[in-house]
């Protein structure tokens, strides 16, 4: 479990040594992301040993990871799925409201403004087009 979500706040490491904890995780890797390293999360050792920089908040973890890469193509699809759901929820709520809402899915703020550009292209299109065949 210290593998997965770190040492006991109370207690501490039950692990003798840094060089323990790694060998733990060196061995048990490929298990322990398999079940805990997925749907855009990972689990602590992970961070421990292959993150370069400031563990993220578990707000943002999954933003995170998909800025810099770090997601497998299938947890990629998979969270900008449930982020684009989240992005369709928000429509017609109020700015605060929206701001909040796409906060705590931890929607990143790039797709928020791809989605809602290409929320508006369509419009703009469909204007040009229609003012287009209006006789003159």
Same mark, same amino acid.
């Given at each position: 479990?210290?593998?997965?979500?770190?040492?006991?706040?109370?207690?501490?490491?039950?692990?003798?040594?840094?060089?323990?904890?790694?060998?733990?995780?060196?061995?048990?890797?490929?298990?322990?992301?398999?079940?805990?390293?997925?749907?855009?999360?990972?689990?602590?050792? #992970?961070?421990? #040993?292959? #993150?370069?920089? =400031?563990?993220?908040?578990?707000?943002?973890?999954?933003?995170?990871?998909?800025?810099?890469?770090?997601?497998?193509?299938?947890?990629?699809?998979? =969270?900008?799925?449930?982020?684009?759901?989240?992005?369709?929820?928000?429509?017609?709520?109020?700015?605060?409201?929206?701001?909040?809402? #796409? %906060?705590?899915?931890? =929607?990143?703020?790039?797709?928020?403004?791809?989605?809602?550009?290409?929320?508006?292209?369509?419009?703009?299109? %469909?204007?040009?087009?229609?003012?287009?065949?209006?006789?003159?």
């Amino acid at each position: 479990m210290e593998l997965w979500l770190g040492p006991n706040p109370t207690q501490g490491s039950l692990f003798n040594s840094r060089e323990e904890l790694q060998t733990a995780w060196e061995t048990h890797r490929a298990e322990l992301m398999a079940r805990w390293g997925s749907h855009g999360r990972r689990p602590a050792a #992970f961070y421990e #040993f292959e #993150f370069d920089g =400031v563990r993220p908040s578990y707000a943002t973890e999954r933003s995170t990871l998909w800025r810099i890469g770090l997601l497998s193509e299938a947890e990629r699809t998979e =969270v900008e799925a449930e982020w684009e759901v989240a992005f369709a929820e928000a429509r017609g709520m109020a700015a605060q409201e929206r701001r909040e809402h #796409f %906060a705590h899915h931890d =929607v990143p703020d790039e797709l928020i403004r791809e989605w809602t550009a290409a929320r508006k292209r369509p419009r703009r299109q %469909a204007a040009a087009s229609e003012e287009a065949a209006a006789p003159k």
